[in-house]
């Protein structure tokens, strides 16, 4: 990953920390060491990084069950926000996913269950600073182990639903009983936390939102799985000239009703212009070529990029449509319209 710094590999997993996570830890402990802030002192500075060694463990154990099925882990990056397991493909076998999925938290509640009889017997004879720190290492394996085992999405707990139906039901079902699942409870949640606690609320929303957001992209990745760009790219593509005008190319999107097409001169890619460059085009500038509207900087794709990706990167820059490009020349282009459509029939087929 980009600005991240290698501490150590195991299992044959790299484990990085962001620099951003790096800057803050920096902070937290030049906080500490200079009193800056009152109450936080290097105690805490020391629990706030065993936090984030609960979630190196956490993260470690679902990549090394994953890896005992085959999967490819490329690193383990920690983040201020967490950690992150950078996978290749996740296995499809609903078996193998629930046990992926379970590993994470109960090495943290395992870890809490064993270390709670240590504190019993032994806390007394430690150091405060260290009872104290023994004591919430533990709780915060504790919650970490707990909070992840709900059974929603994005949560530990949805995944380990999902596999658990999965054995069951074909794959989208599961995913979307294991969303509605997730997301009623969301809803329980925040109708206690209304009568107990308004902490709660706040938890609720995220998992409710998590639940709602995370549902759906499974269900669109299971379903454009093994599409790929030339399964479904319009081949035949109408292209214009850079030099046709604004009036020439505004005439033949209302004739063959696209809304965009890429700019294509001498077997070579311009750009790509849209009704949404032309339609603001004031009366006395219609005559004008359409090379002086249309966008230049033109993101494209390939024959065998796979859909999903495709539709992210639509997504992520915000445009309808992707000239699809092989060995520099255009063989097709596919729209945001064409990919719904695959989605569309997939879904047909597969809840059938
Ligand atoms: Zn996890």
Sequence with gaps: MKYSLKIFTIFGIPVELHFSF???MLAIYLVAVLNLI????????????????????????????????GVEIERIVLLPIGGVSAMKELPKDPHQELMIAVAGPLVNLVLAVVLYPVFLLFGNSLSPSLNFLLYYFILMNFLLGAFNLLPAFPMDGGRVLRAYLAERMNFIKATETAASIGKTLAILMAIVGILINPFLILIAIFVYLGADQESKMVLLNTLLEGINVRDIMTREVKTVNPTDTVDE?????????????PVYKDGELLGIITFH???????????????????????VTSPDEDVATVLEKLNLNNVGRLPVVQDGKLVGIISKTDIMKALEMRKGRMSS
Aim: hydrophobic share 50%; charged share 20%.
């Design 277 to 299: 460059d032309l339609s603001p085009v004031p009366e006395e500038k219609k005559h004008l070529p359409v090379e002086e509207f249309m966008t230049r900087d033109v993101l």
């Design 249 to 261: 190319v505004l005439k033949v999107m209302f004739q063959h009703k696209h809304m965009g097409y």
């Design 38 to 69: 009152p109450g936080v002192d290097v105690v805490v500075a020391v629990l706030i990084t065993l936090l984030f060694v609960a979630v190196v463990l956490h993260e470690l154990t679902h990549s090394y069950v994953a890896q005992r099925y």
């Design 22 to 24: 790096l800057l803050l």
